[in-house]
Nanobody, 117 residues
Framework: DVQLVGSGGNSVQPGGSLKLSCVRSGYTYADYCMAWFRQAPGKEREEVALLDSDGLTTYTDSVKGRFTISSDSAKTTLYLQMNSLKPEDTAMYYC????????????WGQGTQVTVS
């Protein structure tokens, strides 16, 4: 199985930056997608950014140009660099992986809180 441990959340002022990390361990799949999701109180969970095993990335419109998803060369750590943070970015952020491209995300990290105020 695959285990994910997310970290890096904190409280920052508007306009600030944070970098989230998600360390992956366990079985390694050649084909996968990893993503960052977030959920604010009273709101539905949304996919923020996605990175697949071919290096392709996608972003939700509200973070385009501000957030960057990436991984290290060993592809064991997923990052989310968040710049120009806004109060509406406040949420619990979760990393997730779709190992083997099953079409859904069965493995999730524990969440890390980002507060912008």
């Amino acid at each position: 199985d695959v285990q994910l441990v997310g970290s890096g959340g904190n409280s920052v002022q508007p306009g600030g930056s944070l970098k989230l990390s998600c360390v992956r361990s366990g079985y390694t799949y050649a084909d996968y997608c990893m993503a960052w999701f977030r959920q604010a109180p009273g709101k539905e969970r949304e996919e923020v950014a996605l990175l697949d095993s071919d290096g392709l990335t996608t972003y939700t419109d509200s973070v385009k140009g501000r957030f960057t998803i990436s991984s290290d060369s060993a592809k064991t750590t997923l990052y989310l660099q968040m710049n120009s943070l806004k109060p509406e970015d406040t949420a619990m952020y979760y990393c997730a992986i779709d190992p083997g491209l099953r079409g859904y995300f069965p493995n999730w990290g524990q969440g890390t809180q980002v507060t912008v105020s």
